[in-house]
């Protein structure tokens, strides 16, 4: 399984920006698929984003669409959620890990969890609050 550290997050207000890293300290974050869940208090983990490591092809909930955006620098090992004009809907605790993400014909690209190779780490807890 492949173990990443998450970062940056804290207290913002509604309207605001923060920026989420996600690094990898024992292996190349190049080879594998990234994706960002969240946990808001009291529900379950949805995903957020996630981006391919073949061509950066990138995924979004409905939910943050044109509001955030992932991106990756391998030379970095790091990836990235950006996440601007931020609600108190987007409150909870924010998890990358490494995903499956593929293509298909009828359902075009999607992205999932996989026991071989996805391992949840403490995240990074947003809250955005007046």
């Known amino acids: 399984q492949v173990q990443l550290v998450e970062s940056g997050g804290g207290l913002v207000q509604p309207g605001g920006s923060l920026r989420l890293s996600c690094t990898a300290s024992?292996?190349?974050?190049?080879?594998?698929?990234i994706g960002w869940f969240r946990q808001a208090p009291g529900k379950e983990r949805d995903r957020i984003s996630c981006?391919?490591?073949?061509?950066?092809?990138?995924l979004y909930s409905d939910s943050v669409k044109g509001r955030f955006t992932i991106s990756r620098d391998n030379a970095e090992n790091t990836a990235y959620l950006q996440m601007n004009a931020l609600k108190p809907e987007d409150t909870g605790v924010y998890y990358c890990?490494?995903?499956?993400?593929?293509?298909?014909?009828?359902?075009?690209?999607?992205?999932?969890?996989?026991?071989?190779?996805?391992?949840w780490g403490q995240g990074t807890q947003v809250t955005v609050s007046s």
């Open positions: 981006i391919n490591n073949k061509d950066d092809a990138t």
């Open positions: 890990v490494a995903v499956f993400f593929s293509y298909s014909y009828y359902s075009g690209y999607y992205c999932r969890t996989d026991a071989s190779m996805t391992s």
């Open positions: 024992e292996f190349a974050l190049g080879n594998y698929a």
